[in-house]
């Protein structure tokens, strides 16, 4: 049974930076994309990042680019997500997802 489990939220300040962290269970990290989601109270869900298998593709929420930076270790099973620059909008829970597996998710605050 593959898990995953996301680390790294917490509160912060407007501006702040936090870095995410997903490890996932199981040997067949690296042949899997990964992405977060977040989901902001009483909002959707929606793509905040991806990475594909190799790192090479990536994607980004428009809001996201230049701030946020997607990463992932296969040796580790781990992926990663670097947040700066840190707005009140950012405030939401993000979940780490491949395929069809989630996370329980990290709580992610920023004040104002």
């Known amino acids: 049974q593959v898990q995953l489990v996301a680390s790294g939220g917490g509160l912060v300040q407007t501006g702040g930076s936090l870095r995410l962290s997903c490890a996932v269970s199981?040997?067949?990290?690296?042949?899997?994309?990964m992405g977060w989601f977040r989901q902001a109270p009483g909002k959707d869900p929606e793509l905040a990042a991806a990475?594909?298998?190799?790192?090479?593709?990536?994607y980004y929420l428009d809001s996201l680019k230049g701030r946020f930076t997607i990463s992932r270790d296969n040796a580790k099973n781990t992926v990663y997500l670097a947040m700066h620059s840190l707005k009140p909008e950012d405030t939401a829970t993000y979940y780490c997802?491949?395929?069809?597996?989630w996370g329980k998710g990290t709580l992610v605050t920023v004040s104002s």
């Open positions: 997802n491949r395929a069809s597996d």
């Open positions: 199981g040997r067949t990290f690296s042949s899997y994309a």
């Open positions: 990475i594909s298998w190799s790192g090479a593709i990536i």
